[in-house]
């Protein structure tokens, strides 16, 4: 069973950094791209970013670029958001998800993990 | 303001058929493939249509998905009332360079 599980999360001041973690299990995860996708409370879906099999091909949201940079490291099963200079509007349940497609990246989500929440206060 | 609009409700007693439009441009439906994810309360989103039309195993038949130039469109026919929730578009923006969402629709099972 694919299973994605997100942490890292938690209380964070503006100007502040957080690094989120995304633990893999149940598929080759070399094999697909990642993405992050964010929810604020009581608000819909935005895509922050997403990364390729081998890293070689990332892209962000307008919203985050320049601040937030994703990573992976396929000998741990694992997807990376290293979050600077956060803002309140970054305050939101932050979701791993994997790709849909093998080799060439789909951009379609399956599946999605629980999320990890992330508010940024002071 | 989302780069594609869906309208914010939809509701339809069981049984019925309702259909959640989602409207984008050349850059993003009208070039690559519409996507739709399903998020019931209290829960993570999950996948309920890939590249326009195609359902992941155990997605039951009564949703399906199409798309129209620069439009696309979920429908859920035998409608049934643990399909209330929220229902999202998604896809590829060549301008953006980056995955775009409809802002989502809240589907009420009357």
């Known amino acids: 069973e694919v299973q994605l599980v997100e942490f890292g999360g938690g209380l964070v001041q503006p100007g502040r950094s957080l690094r989120l973690s995304c633990a893999a299990s149940?598929?080759?995860?070399?094999?697909?791209?990642m993405h992050w996708v964010r929810q604020p409370p009581g608000k819909g879906l935005e895509w922050v970013s997403g990364?390729?099999?081998?890293?070689?091909?990332?892209a962000y949201a307008d919203s985050v670029k320049g601040r937030f940079t994703i990573s992976r490291d396929n000998a741990k099963n694992s997807l990376y958001l290293q979050m600077n200079s956060l803002r309140a509007e970054d305050t939101a349940l932050y979701y791993c998800?994997?790709?849909?497609?093998?080799?060439?990246?789909?951009?379609?989500?399956?599946?999605w993990g629980q999320g990890t929440l992330v508010t940024v206060s002071s | 303001q989302s780069v594609l609009t869906q309208p914010p409700s939809a509701s339809g007693t069981p049984g019925q058929r309702v259909t959640i439009s989602c409207s984008g441009s050349?850059?993003?439906?009208?070039?690559?493939?519409v996507h739709w994810h399903q998020q019931l309360p209290g829960t993570a989103p999950k996948l309920l249509i890939y590249?326009?039309?195609q359902r992941p195993s155990g997605v039951p038949d009564r949703f399906s998905g199409s798309k129209s130039g620069t439009s696309a469109s979920l429908a859920i026919s035998g409608l049934q009332s643990e399909d209330e929730g929220d229902y999202y578009c998604?896809?590829?923006?060549?301008?953006?360079?980056?995955?775009?969402f409809g802002g989502g629709t809240k589907l009420t099972v009357l």
């Open positions: 050349s850059s993003n439906i009208g070039s690559n493939t």
């Open positions: 998800a994997k790709d849909g497609g093998s080799a060439v990246p789909s951009n379609w989500f399956d599946p």
């Open positions: 590249s326009n039309n």
């Open positions: 149940g598929f080759t995860f070399d094999d697909y791209a």
């Open positions: 998604a896809v590829w923006d060549d301008s953006l360079n980056g995955v775009v």
């Open positions: 990364i390729s099999w081998n890293s070689g091909s990332i």
